[in-house]
C-alpha cells in the first residue's frame, strides 16, 4: 500500500508544477494592434495571441497594406472557420507598437501554419515555409516551425503573414506566434526540441526494454503490446510540435509526415485495447477489443488509400472511438480495483492522467488557462505507470517461480529420501523377482518343449504332402497352413474311398493348444466317418461332426458351447461332379469364362446346443466341367489387420486376389503369392497374426 501511495502522491505534485507553470506572457491584441510600450521585451516572451487583421483571398503586400481594409479581424492562433473554408488562401497582419528601449536583435518563434506561409516585417520577407499560392497546382505545403531572428531600429512593427492551405482538414494560423529577444526565442525553440527529444527518447528506450522483454518470455504478449504502444507515442513526437523528424530529415514530404502522424494515432486505437484485455484478464469484453480493432483497420485503409484533405479527418470521428473507449476503461478499471485485481489503482491513476491532461489541453484551446500543454507529458507519465504495472506483473511471477523452486526443492529432498527407501525395497524384491523369473524360465521352456512336441503329433495327424498328391494330384491344388502359434486350431482332412475324393477344411474355437485339441477331435471323428462309417455325403458328414462334438464334449450337461466351422467337399470324377456343403465356411469359384461364383454355406457351425439337438445343412452339386477353379477357406486370412490404413483385409479383397492369382499364375503358386502378400500386409500395418490361416485351391474339370 506504501508504494501506491508515493506514486500517487508524486503524480500528484507533477502535474500541479505543471499546471502552474506558464507558457509566455499573453498579451491583448485589439483590431490588430498589440501594444508592447509598457514591456520589457530583453526579459519577456510575449505571446501574439488577438485579433489580427484578416484578408480573406487576398496576398497583400507592404506596398498595398494601408490601402486596403481588412475583412474582419480574425483570432490567432484559431482555424478558418465558416463563413470562410479550410482551403484557401488569406493574409494577416499585425502592427506591434515596440517600447523604446526595445532590443534592436529580435526573435520570432513560429510553431507552424497550415499548410504554407510567408512572413514579412516591414516589407521584408523573413522566412517562408513551403509556397504560398492562389491555387491548389502551385502551392506547397510544409510543416517546418522555426526561430526567426531579425534587426529592427524602428519602434513599430509591421507583421504581415500570407497563408494558403489545399491539402489539409484545417487552414490557418493554428498555431502561436512568440515575440522576445533573441537570446529568449532561442532559448524557447531549444526548450521545446529538447522537450520533444526527450520526450521521444522515453518512449523509445522504455518500449525497446520491454520488446527485450517480450523476446525473453514470449508467453507475456503485453510486453509487446506495451513496446508497439511505446512506438506509437514516440513517433506521434516525431511528427507533432517540433516536427522532429523534419528537422532532422528537411527532405522528407509533407504527405509522407502526415501521414506518419496519423498511423500513430490509429496504431494507438489497435493496440491499447489489446493491451488492456491483456492485463485485466477476464474483465474486458473481447467484443469491444474486437471492435476497436476493426474500426482500426479501417482507418488505416482509409490513411493508406486517401489524400490529406480526406483521411486527416479521422481524428474527428477517431476521438469520439478513443472518448468512448475510455469511458468504457473508466468503468472497466474502477471494477478492477473493487475486485481487487492486481494493478487495478495503477490504471485508474493512469486513466485519470490522460483525463486531467486531455481536459487542460482543452481549456488552454479555449483561452480559459494558461499553462502549458500537457498531452505528451501525460502519454509519457501514462506509459510509465503501465510500466510500473507490467513491472509488478513480472514481479508477482518471479515471486511466485521461486516459491515454487523452494517447495520444489523441499519436495526433490524427501523424494530422495523415499527413492533411497523404495531402491532398497526394490532391490530385494528385484532378487525375489529373478529367483521367480528363473523358475518361470524353465517352466516354459518346459511348456514349450511341450507345445513343440504336440505339434509333432498334429502334423503327423495331418495329411502329408506325398499322401496329398498321390490323392488330388501334384500341381492340381494348393494348400496354405499358417498357424497363429505352435499349434493351430485350423486342420484339413483329405481322403479317397470307393473312388471319390473327400476334403475337409476346418476352423476350430480357438487358437493354440485349446484350438489343436479340437483339431485333433475333429479329426478323430472324421476319419470314424468317413473311413469306418462310410458317410461321404457333405450335409451327412457335417451333420455327424455336430453330434459328435455335442456327444464327446457333453455340451447337453455342461456350458461348454466350443465347436468349429468347416467346410466339406466330395469330389466324383466318374459323375463329374462337386457337392459342396459349408457350415460357417464359403465356397468360392471361377468357371471357364472368368465369372466367379460365391456361395456362403449355412449361417451356423458345428459344436454347442445353442440351436437345439439337430442342424440342418444343405448341400450343392456342381458340375466339374464349369469350374476352373475352385477354393474354400478359413476366416484367419479376410479378418487378419494390416495395410497403410491399418484395415482388415475383407472377403471381397480376398477374392479379388483369389481370382488375380488365377489369372496370372499356376495354382501350384497359389502358397507362395497369398504367404507373401499376408506377410507384406502386416508388415505395412505393423501388426502380427490375429488368427491361424488356411486357404485350399483346386482346379477343377476341363470344360
Given at each position: 500500500?506504501?508504494?501506491?501511495?508515493y506514486?500517487?502522491n508524486?503524480f500528484?505534485?507533477?502535474?500541479?508544477?505543471?499546471?502552474?507553470?506558464?507558457?509566455?506572457?499573453?498579451?491583448?491584441?485589439?483590431k490588430g494592434?498589440?501594444?508592447?510600450?509598457?514591456k520589457?521585451?530583453?526579459?519577456?516572451?510575449i505571446?501574439?495571441d488577438?485579433?489580427?487583421?484578416?484578408?480573406?483571398?487576398?496576398?497583400?503586400?507592404?506596398?498595398?497594406?494601408d490601402?486596403?481594409?481588412?475583412?474582419?479581424?480574425?483570432?490567432?492562433?484559431?482555424?478558418?472557420?465558416?463563413?470562410?473554408?479550410?482551403?484557401?488562401y488569406a493574409?494577416?497582419?499585425?502592427?506591434?507598437?515596440l517600447?523604446?528601449?526595445?532590443?534592436?536583435?529580435?526573435?520570432?518563434?513560429?510553431?507552424?501554419?497550415s499548410?504554407?506561409?510567408s512572413?514579412?516585417?516591414?516589407?521584408?520577407?523573413?522566412?517562408?515555409?513551403?509556397?504560398?499560392?492562389?491555387?491548389e497546382?502551385?502551392?506547397q505545403?510544409e510543416?517546418?516551425?522555426?526561430?526567426?531572428?531579425?534587426?529592427?531600429?524602428?519602434?513599430?512593427?509591421d507583421?504581415?503573414v500570407?497563408?494558403?492551405?489545399?491539402?489539409?482538414?484545417?487552414?490557418?494560423?493554428?498555431?502561436?506566434?512568440?515575440?522576445?529577444s533573441?537570446e529568449?526565442?532561442q532559448?524557447?525553440?531549444?526548450?521545446?526540441?529538447?522537450?520533444?527529444?526527450m520526450?521521444?527518447?522515453?518512449?523509445?528506450v522504455?518500449?525497446a526494454?520491454?520488446?527485450?522483454?517480450?523476446f525473453?518470455?514470449?508467453q507475456?504478449?503485453?510486453?509487446?503490446?506495451?513496446?508497439l504502444?511505446?512506438?506509437?507515442f514516440?513517433?506521434?513526437?516525431l511528427?507533432t510540435?517540433?516536427?522532429?523528424?523534419?528537422?532532422?530529415?528537411?527532405?522528407?514530404p509533407w504527405n509522407a509526415?502526415?501521414?506518419l502522424?496519423?498511423?500513430?494515432?490509429?496504431?494507438?486505437?489497435?493496440?491499447f485495447?489489446?493491451?488492456?484485455?491483456?492485463?485485466?484478464?477476464?474483465l474486458l469484453?473481447?467484443?469491444?477489443?474486437?471492435l476497436?480493432?476493426?474500426l482500426?483497420?479501417?482507418?488505416?485503409?482509409?490513411?493508406?488509400?486517401?489524400p490529406?484533405e480526406v483521411?486527416?479527418n479521422l481524428?474527428?470521428?477517431?476521438y469520439?472511438?478513443?472518448?468512448?473507449?475510455?469511458?468504457?476503461?473508466i468503468?472497466?478499471?474502477?471494477m478492477?480495483?473493487?475486485?481487487y485485481?492486481?494493478g487495478?489503482k495503477?490504471?485508474?491513476?493512469?486513466?485519470?492522467i490522460?483525463?486531467?491532461?486531455?481536459?487542460?489541453?482543452?481549456?488552454?484551446?479555449?483561452g480559459?488557462?494558461?499553462?502549458?500543454?500537457?498531452?505528451?507529458?501525460?502519454?509519457?507519465?501514462?506509459?510509465?505507470?503501465?510500466?510500473?504495472?507490467?513491472?509488478?506483473?513480472?514481479n508477482?511471477?518471479f515471486?511466485?517461480?521461486?516459491?515454487?523452486t523452494?517447495?520444489l526443492?523441499?519436495?526433490?529432498?524427501?523424494?530422495?529420501?523415499?527413492?533411497e527407501?523404495?531402491t532398497i525395497a526394490?532391490?530385494?524384491?528385484?532378487?525375489?523377482?529373478?529367483?521367480?523369473?528363473?523358475?518361470?524360465?524353465?517352466?516354459?521352456?518346459?511348456i514349450?518343449?511341450?507345445i513343440k512336441?504336440?505339434?509333432?503329433?498334429?502334423?503327423?495327424?495331418?495329411?502329408?504332402?506325398e499322401?496329398?498328391?498321390?490323392?488330388l494330384?501334384?500341381?492340381?491344388?494348393?494348400m496354405?497352413y499358417?498357424?497363429?502359434?505352435?499349434i493351430?486350431?485350423?486342420?484339413y482332412?483329405?481322403?479317397?474311398?470307393q473312388?471319390?475324393?473327400?476334403?475337409v477344411?476346418?476352423?476350430?474355437?480357438?487358437?493354440g493348444?485349446?484350438?489343436?485339441?479340437?483339431?485333433?477331435?475333429g479329426?478323430?471323428?472324421?476319419?470314424?466317418?468317413v473311413m469306418?462309417?462310410?458317410?461321404?455325403?457333405?450335409d451327412?458328414v457335417?451333420?455327424e461332426?455336430?453330434?459328435?462334438?455335442q456327444?464327446a464334449?457333453?455340451q447337453?450337461e455342461n456350458?461348454?458351447?466350443?465347436?468349429m466351422?468347416?467346410?466339406?467337399c466330395?469330389?466324383?470324377e466318374?459323375?463329374?461332379?462337386?457337392?459342396?456343403?459349408?457350415?460357417?465356411?464359403?465356397?468360392?469359384y471361377?468357371?471357364?469364362?472368368?465369372?466367379?461364383?460365391y456361395?456362403?454355406?449355412?449361417?451356423?457351425?458345428?459344436?454347442g446346443?445353442?440351436?437345439?439337438?439337430?442342424?440342418?445343412?444343405?448341400?450343392?452339386?456342381?458340375?466339374?466341367?464349369?469350374?476352373h477353379?475352385?477354393?474354400?477357406?478359413s476366416?484367419?486370412?479376410?479378418?487378419?489387420?494390416?495395410?497403410?490404413?491399418n484395415?482388415?483385409v475383407?472377403?471381397?479383397?480376398f477374392?479379388?486376389?483369389?481370382?488375380?492369382?488365377?489369372?496370372?499364375?499356376?495354382?501350384?503358386?497359389l502358397?507362395?503369392?497369398?504367404?507373401?502378400?499376408?506377410?507384406?500386409?502386416?508388415?505395412e500395418?505393423?501388426?502380427?497374426q490375429?488368427?491361424?490361416?488356411l486357404?485350399?485351391?483346386m482346379?477343377g474339370?476341363?470344360?
Amino acid at each position: 500500500m506504501r508504494f501506491y501511495t508515493y506514486i500517487v502522491n508524486f503524480f500528484h505534485l507533477l502535474i500541479l508544477i505543471l499546471l502552474t507553470t506558464g507558457n509566455g506572457v499573453s498579451q491583448t491584441i485589439e483590431k490588430g494592434v498589440l501594444d508592447l510600450r509598457e514591456k520589457n521585451l530583453q526579459k519577456e516572451v510575449i505571446r501574439l495571441d488577438g485579433e489580427w487583421a484578416f484578408y480573406w483571398e487576398q496576398l497583400v503586400t507592404y506596398e498595398t497594406l494601408d490601402t486596403l481594409h481588412p475583412t474582419t479581424y480574425y483570432p490567432v492562433p484559431a482555424t478558418w472557420q465558416a463563413p470562410y473554408t479550410a482551403e484557401g488562401y488569406a493574409s494577416y497582419h499585425l502592427r506591434i507598437l515596440l517600447p523604446d528601449n526595445h532590443p534592436t536583435q529580435l526573435g520570432l518563434k513560429v510553431q507552424t501554419a497550415s499548410t504554407a506561409y510567408s512572413i514579412y516585417i516591414n516589407g521584408k520577407c523573413i522566412d517562408q515555409a513551403g509556397i504560398v499560392a492562389m491555387n491548389e497546382e502551385e502551392g506547397q505545403e510544409e510543416f517546418s516551425p522555426k526561430a526567426i531572428y531579425f534587426v529592427t531600429d524602428k519602434d513599430t512593427l509591421d507583421v504581415l503573414v500570407q497563408v494558403s492551405n489545399y491539402s489539409y482538414k484545417k487552414g490557418g494560423l493554428w498555431r502561436e506566434f512568440k515575440l522576445g529577444s533573441v537570446e529568449n526565442i532561442q532559448s524557447v525553440r531549444e526548450y521545446a526540441i529538447m522537450n520533444d527529444m526527450m520526450l521521444f527518447g522515453g518512449f523509445l528506450v522504455i518500449g525497446a526494454y520491454f520488446l527485450v522483454l517480450y523476446f525473453l518470455r514470449r508467453q507475456e504478449l503485453s510486453s509487446l503490446l506495451y513496446a508497439l504502444g511505446c512506438f506509437c507515442f514516440g513517433l506521434r513526437e516525431l511528427t507533432t510540435e517540433e516536427y522532429l523528424l523534419h528537422y532532422w530529415f528537411p527532405s522528407i514530404p509533407w504527405n509522407a509526415l502526415i501521414r506518419l502522424e496519423y498511423l500513430s494515432f490509429i496504431g494507438a486505437i489497435i493496440i491499447f485495447p489489446n493491451l488492456y484485455q491483456n492485463i485485466l484478464k477476464g474483465l474486458l469484453n473481447p467484443i469491444v477489443v474486437k471492435l476497436t480493432a476493426i474500426l482500426g483497420g479501417i482507418y488505416l485503409l482509409i490513411l493508406l488509400t486517401t489524400p490529406p484533405e480526406v483521411f486527416t479527418n479521422l481524428p474527428s470521428v477517431g476521438y469520439g472511438t478513443i472518448a468512448l473507449f475510455c469511458v468504457y476503461l473508466i468503468y472497466i478499471t474502477g471494477m478492477s480495483v473493487v475486485r481487487y485485481y492486481v494493478g487495478g489503482k495503477l490504471l485508474l491513476l493512469g486513466g485519470l492522467i490522460i483525463f486531467g491532461a486531455t481536459t487542460n489541453d482543452f481549456l488552454i484551446s479555449l483561452g480559459v488557462i494558461d499553462t502549458m500543454p500537457l498531452m505528451s507529458i501525460a502519454l509519457l507519465l501514462f506509459m510509465f505507470v503501465l510500466a510500473v504495472l507490467i513491472s509488478y506483473q513480472y514481479n508477482l511471477i518471479f515471486n511466485q517461480n521461486e516459491q515454487l523452486t523452494v517447495e520444489l526443492n523441499e519436495m526433490n529432498s524427501s523424494l530422495e529420501e523415499k527413492v533411497e527407501e523404495r531402491t532398497i525395497a526394490l532391490s530385494d524384491v528385484n532378487e525375489q523377482l529373478q529367483e521367480k523369473s528363473k523358475v518361470l524360465e524353465k517352466q516354459h521352456e518346459s511348456i514349450n518343449s511341450s507345445i513343440k512336441y504336440a505339434r509333432r503329433i498334429q502334423t503327423a495327424a495331418l495329411p502329408s504332402v506325398e499322401k496329398l498328391n498321390t490323392i488330388l494330384g501334384e500341381g492340381n491344388y494348393s494348400m496354405l497352413y499358417l498357424p497363429r502359434d505352435i499349434i493351430s486350431g485350423d486342420f484339413y482332412f483329405v481322403e479317397e474311398i470307393q473312388q471319390k475324393k473327400i476334403i475337409v477344411i476346418a476352423d476350430c474355437t480357438g487358437h493354440g493348444v485349446p484350438g489343436a485339441l479340437m483339431s485333433m477331435l475333429g479329426v478323430n471323428l472324421l476319419t470314424d466317418i468317413v473311413m469306418n462309417r462310410h458317410i461321404l455325403q457333405p450335409d451327412e458328414v457335417i451333420s455327424e461332426m455336430h453330434q459328435g462334438i455335442q456327444k464327446a464334449l457333453q455340451q447337453y450337461e455342461n456350458n461348454v458351447t466350443d465347436g468349429m466351422d468347416l467346410a466339406v467337399c466330395l469330389i466324383d470324377e466318374e459323375e463329374g461332379t462337386l457337392t459342396y456343403a459349408g457350415a460357417h465356411t464359403p465356397l468360392y469359384y471361377i468357371d471357364h469364362n472368368g465369372e466367379e461364383h460365391y456361395i456362403k454355406g449355412d449361417r451356423f457351425g458345428i459344436g454347442g446346443n445353442y440351436l437345439g439337438d439337430r442342424r440342418i445343412f444343405k448341400a450343392h452339386v456342381l458340375s466339374l466341367s464349369k469350374i476352373h477353379t475352385w477354393f474354400t477357406y478359413s476366416d484367419g486370412f479376410q479378418d487378419q489387420f494390416g495395410g497403410m490404413a491399418n484395415r482388415k483385409v475383407m472377403g471381397k479383397r480376398f477374392r479379388e486376389i483369389l481370382k488375380e492369382e488365377v489369372a496370372h499364375h499356376a495354382i501350384v503358386d497359389l502358397e507362395y503369392h497369398l504367404k507373401r502378400f499376408i506377410r507384406r500386409w502386416m508388415a505395412e500395418g505393423k501388426e502380427k497374426q490375429l488368427d491361424d490361416i488356411l486357404v485350399f485351391g483346386m482346379t477343377g474339370g476341363r470344360k
